[in-house]
Every structure is written in C-alpha cells, then in structure tokens.
C-alpha cells in the first residue's frame, strides 16, 4: 500500500472545503534561499516606466518595487530542487495524481503598507483550456495575515467555474458572494497552501509595517498540449507514474 503524505483528513478537508494547509512544508533553509533569490531578482534594473511590466509597481514618489517575479522555477535550480524535492511532490501527488507537470511558478511581493488587494477570483479562470487536475500551491515565506496581505478563502467554492470580469483586476463580481463565509488562511513562514484551482479566494492588502513575500507554484496533471492557447504548462514530467520512472 503506497504511503499518502496527506492525512485522510486533510484529503477530506480538500475535497470538501477546496484547499488545505500543511505546517512547515518549506525548511528555514529553503525560506532564506527564495529570499535571497526575490533579493537578486529585484536588482535587475527596473522597467523606466511603469507600463512597461505588470510585474514593477512604483508610487509617485518611490522607487519601482518588484511585485511579481514570474517563472523561478523554470530561471532557477535552486528553486526547482525545492519545488520538484519528493517531499513537496508526494503532496502534490495525494491531490492530482502520479503524473506531475509545471504549471506555472511566481513570487509574489506585498511590501508593507502599500501591498494592494487581490480581489475574489478563481486560478483556472486565467486558463480555462487547462481543465485537467492540477492544483496551486501557494507558500507563505513571510508571515501571511490578514493585517500582511494574506489569503482569503471562500470554502467550498471549488464545485463550478464562476463568470470572470475586468474590473478592479480579472475577477468575480463580489456583491454574488456571501462573503460572510470567507475565512482567512493564516500561515507562519514555510506553510503551504493547497488550492484547488476553482476555489475563490482573494488576498489582502498589506496594511502592516513589515513587507509579505510568498511562492506560487502550479502543478498540472498532464504535459503541455499543441493546441492550447495558455502560454502555460511543460513537456516534462516532474513525476511520472512510478512503474515508468527508470
């Protein structure tokens, strides 16, 4: 019988409420080395306007400050061997499967008191030609609060894809929601969130003192198609099926 890394519990809190968080996923080292890749990533010279990249944000009068670094796992080794270690992949295994591909990978900035909210939306609503399993693993490397800029979750939220619209960003109009039922997920450095990619969620703005970095990485259940639109995916496993691997 093959050892689950999940609990039947978390898998039955997954199913149901349409995420999970698992303590202390990431070790201290792996937290100093996704800060240290953010604080290189964040030396290349900043875009001279605004425009000219979503991942800068800049104030009228403070320097460009990176929000989103895009695709580390795909631009570092030392982020891949943390994303693609067995320990991380045998969770994501319990949720979509032997077959394991990337997805996608970003870091996520919120620096302190000015971090903006992310409104309520879905992941799969940003590529619904990817419909196969897959699953989101977002990781708190800075303390993820509500006060910080943390994530918000509206459970069982994961059973339909809702109808996506350009307004404060790409997201579902929240006056639909009964966002009475939001709940925070509040995390410690190297918690791990599992989101299933039709859950709504949101995250907040960083109204703290202190700045809010996390790690996003995607995982898909099957190899990146010819016909997709998504610019998103991979042809190469992560994980295969075990009676294949070599």
Not at 100 to 115: D, Q, V
Not at 173 to 188: F, G, K, T
Request: charged share 25%; hydrophobic share 35%.
């Amino acid at each position: 019988m093959t050892l689950k890394a999940l609990t039947a519990d978390q898998i039955e809190h997954f199913n149901r409420d349409g995420y999970c968080i698992i303590p202390a996923l990431l070790s201290p080292s792996d937290l100093n080395y996704i800060k240290d890749y953010y604080a290189r990533a964040a030396t290349v010279q900043a875009p001279a306007a605004k425009q000219e990249s979503t991942a800068w944000d800049q104030d009228e009068n403070s320097a460009p400050v990176l929000r989103r670094a895009p695709a580390p796992f795909d631009n570092d080794s030392g982020f891949r061997e943390i994303f693609s270690s067995p320990r991380v992949l045998d969770y994501v295994e319990d949720l979509i499967g032997p077959r394991i591909y990337l997805h996608s990978s970003k870091l996520i900035f919120k620096p302190a008191r000015s971090g903006r909210r992310k409104p309520m939306h879905q992941d799969l609503a940003y590529w619904t030609d990817m419909s196969a399993r897959q699953v989101t693993l977002w990781c708190a490397i800075d303390p993820a609060t509500p006060e910080r800029g943390g994530i918000e979750i509206l459970p069982g939220s994961h059973r339909r894809l809702l109808p996506h619209e350009d307004l404060d960003d790409y997201q579902v109009r929240e006056e639909e929601l009964d966002l009475s039922q939001v709940r925070p997920a509040i995390m410690q450095p190297g918690d791990a969130l599992f989101l299933d990619v039709m859950t709504v969620h949101a995250s907040t703005q960083n109204r703290s003192d202190h700045d809010r970095l996390a790690a996003v990485v995607n995982y898909y259940s099957q190899p990146k198609s010819t016909t997709q639109t998504s610019r998103y995916g991979s042809t190469l496993p992560l994980r295969a099926p075990h009676h294949q691997l070599p």
